[in-house]
């Protein structure tokens, strides 16, 4: 995928030119995503990442950025534990990955290049990552 220039230094609702409608539901996670989708993205935290991604939102956006998190520190931690990132990652649904397979090539070699880190941090990497 080809982005504009500074991306990074854009919001999802700038990137997608979707905003969504003021969010009035008593709901930490509605009202979490509803806030991040304002940011912008170079702003985002490990754990912010971690719930967006989580969410299956901005994905082709926020999982490049995840990677790059993930090659500094494979175990990234957000709020849960350590690796979480990466399992968050991993557990992006199947579609995302058939069409952006140079992305899971990416991540492939992340995990091929720490696999010690990861399986002696008994994470479980999903959809196929470690085969």
Request: no cysteine; proline share 4%; net charge negative.
């Amino acid at each position: 995928m080809k982005f504009e220039n500074n991306w990074q230094f854009k919001t999802l609702e700038n990137l997608e030119k979707e905003v969504w409608p003021k969010v009035d539901f008593n709901s930490h996670l509605v009202t979490r995503t509803s806030k991040l989708r304002k940011v912008p993205l170079n702003e985002f935290s490990i754990e912010d990442l971690r719930i967006m991604i989580g969410q299956n939102f901005g994905l082709p956006y926020l999982v490049p950025l995840a990677m790059d998190r993930l090659k500094e520190n494979v175990l990234a931690e957000g709020d849960l534990y350590a690796g979480d990132l990466l399992v968050t990652v991993t557990s992006v649904q199947r579609q995302f990955w058939i069409e952006h397979p140079d992305y899971k090539k990416q991540l492939r070699e992340i995990i091929s290049d720490n696999l010690s880190l990861i399986l002696n941090d008994k994470l479980n990497v999903g959809d196929g990552f470690l085969e």
